[in-house]
């Protein structure tokens, strides 16, 4: 039976949600995942209250109906009820979608100021991590892998990845978000923008990393891979991790073409099935089984792991950090104090690019010992600047400080990353 004007009289609960859901959704730290999700709870309590027998016991009151109601929604749903398609069994564990469901309710209750019935469901049991010993083993497989230089994409982006989570425990989502331009001039170094689970702003803490030089000839490896991928798109490819194969629908995020952007749902998907792939390949090669797990989240924990317990080091008393960002670029610090930095970083470029010019024209030698240090130093330099501000910047630096093209390799620059530059 629906609802209709008599009923939201009798019902004020029914009128009264809509207003409730708008005020929670003109929340200025909304993202678009929970606004999802405020909207799909509120088509469950929408389709409760239309059942008469629901609609007499909690529509009465938002606080009937996000109390007591709230309890029965739960228990409904678990059953299996109040679904577009409900099911014909329910859920034989706790799901994601129950902890969801709980949280906005509960949500909704505290915007409305009331008690709230929500069933508190209990966390999932985190599956094991990798053992430090086994990461270190791994870092050392990865190695052999990547120094046969796979050309198969699949493989070259699977090492890019897993060398990536082993150097910075970057999230799924963190990985999606690399671009070419987050890519350090010569490959060492890898810009992180950071997105915590639960942070609800706009504001991301980005941390420059340096990446092992496995990682980097993974890179090394994987970009001109890359640019068979992108050679077809129209308009710029900026992203570092890209689609494989072209299709129509994914996970309901419409189509995509070969070299669009890689999305998480597509970054889990085919991690699992290449990993798979890579650990049944060296076993047929005779190589013995992989501490590789079947989740990249998995990886990525144990990598945590490990940056927690070289956080416990430092904070008792260790002098030099054995693993962390060389660079941390946080909106919330002070402006003043970063454009002192930025420009300080700037006016080294300069002075090294000087530098460099000086020493090669006084040596004559490229191999010249005073030569080298002068072309690590503008390397260093460089790969500050970059850090600091982005790719066109830094460019622009070292043109104003009359660094020839050619001589870009010297401050460090990469001709594969170069190639890709130019075609974002």
Known sequence: MSTNAADEDRFPAVEELPQLIEKVLADPDMTKSVERHVRWVEGTLKRALKREDFRTLYGKSLRDLLGPGATALCEMTDNGELRV??????????????????????????????????????????????????????????????????????????????????????????????????????????????????????????????????????????????????????????????????????????????????????????????????????????????????????????????RASYDTDRQAGAKTPQWGPVVVLNPLLPEELEKKKTAAAFGKVAQAVDAFHQVREAAGDETDPQVLRARRTLREATRLAWARSDHATTLKLLQQAKLANDDLPAAGYNEVLLDALERT
């Open 85 to 306: 398609q409900e099911l014909t069994t329910p859920p034989k564990h706790v799901t994601a979608s129950q902890r969801r469901r709980s949280s906005i309710l509960r949500r909704l209750a505290s915007a409305a100021g009331v008690p709230s019935g929500a069933i508190s469901y209990p966390k999932p049991t985190p599956k094991p991590t990798v053992p430090a010993w086994a990461r270190s083993e791994l870092h050392n497989r990865i190695r052999r892998e990547v120094d046969r230089k796979p050309s198969a994409p699949g493989r070259a982006r699977l090492l890019v990845v897993v060398s990536l989570v082993l150097d910075t425990a970057a999230r799924t989502g963190e990985l999606c978000s690399i671009g070419i331009v987050d890519l350090a001039p010569d490959l060492s170094w890898v810009k992180i923008t950071r997105n915590p689970q639960a942070h609800g702003g706009d504001l991301r803490v980005t941390e420059v990393w340096p990446v092992s030089p496995i990682t980097q000839a993974a890179l090394a490896n994987w970009l001109p891979v890359r640019g068979l991928l992108v050679e077809d798109l129209q308009g710029g490819a900026g992203a570092l991790l890209v689609v494989l194969h072209g299709n129509r629908v994914f996970h309901g995020q419409g189509a995509y073409k070969r070299g669009m952007p890689l999305r998480v749902h597509g970054l889990i998907d085919s991690y699992q099935a290449h990993a798979k792939e890579l650990k049944a390949e060296v076993t047929n090669r005779g190589g013995s089984g992989w501490e590789l797990p079947k989740n990249l989240e998995q990886l990525r924990r144990g990598v945590q792991e490990r």
